[in-house]
């Protein structure tokens, strides 16, 4: 199974929309019971300022201006953590303007076919109608993407040599999600949550699959 070669993963949500960066200070999620308050004072490479609130805990890293908001996790054991940390902060917050949502992967995979990524990315995408022009050339990323006419959105697959593990190939999947034009006009947040809540576990099962079916191609 892909799992088994899985050596570094990194989660994180993306919201694209209006927000006021002081709010979102460690304090205020101690008091709405979103952080425990010892972890409220032991945050990590604080920042609060008019434009950029940031902050890192054990299991979390948040960074907020006006106009975004990622939240990010480095460990499957506390994917779930990160999306009650998201989804409690906006059932709170359900009149802040959001108009995107990105659920994206970041995935380096060890290498064991014993191939190099230019011999890995030639059985993903031959080089034939290259040869003449570029007979030494290498692809540097791969990227492929498909349209979510559902959510007006779309997935996208890059990969790309792993600049984590020695020949490991590298694989981010981005899952963006976003209101329609009829409900733009709308105020709050409640559209983007419910997607976030309804396609979570889809997108982190689906991500699995997608780079399973890539590998055993």
Same mark, same amino acid.
């Given at each position: 199974m892909i799992k088994d070669l899985i050596e570094h993963h990194f989660a994180s949500i993306v919201l694209i929309g209006d927000f006021n960066p002081k709010i979102f200070q460690p304090n205020w999620f101690v008091q709405? %019971?979103?952080?425990?308050?010892?972890e409220g004072n032991d945050?990590? %490479?604080?920042?609060?300022?008019?434009?950029?609130v940031s902050f890192n805990l054990d299991w979390l890293s948040i960074q907020v201006t006006r106009e975004k908001i990622v939240v990010l996790s480095d460990h499957d054991a506390y994917?779930?953590?990160?999306? %009650?940390?998201?989804?409690?902060?906006f059932k709170l917050l359900k009149h802040t303007p959001i108009r995107m949502l990105g659920i994206n992967h970041h995935i380096h995979i060890r290498n064991t076919k014993n191939t190099n990524w230019n011999e890995f990315s030639s059985t993903?995408?031959?080089?034939?109608?290259w040869e003449k022009a570029f007979p030494k050339g290498e692809y540097?990323?791969?990227v492929i993407k498909e349209d979510i006419e559902k959510y007006n959105g779309f997935i996208k697959m890059t990969m790309q040599p792993s600049s984590r593990i020695d020949k490991g190939i590298f694989f981010e999947v981005n899952n963006h999600f976003q209101v329609k034009e009829d409900d733009k006009k709308k105020i709050g947040c409640i559209e983007i949550i419910t997607i976030l809540e309804n396609e979570w576990d889809n997108v982190n099962r689906n991500t699995l699959q997608l780079i399973e079916t890539v590998w055993n191609h």
């Open positions: 709405n %019971d979103l952080i425990r308050e010892q945050v990590k %490479d604080l920042v609060i300022h008019n434009e950029v994917f779930q953590l990160l999306y %009650d940390f998201v989804v409690g902060t993903i995408a031959p080089k034939k109608i540097e990323t791969i």
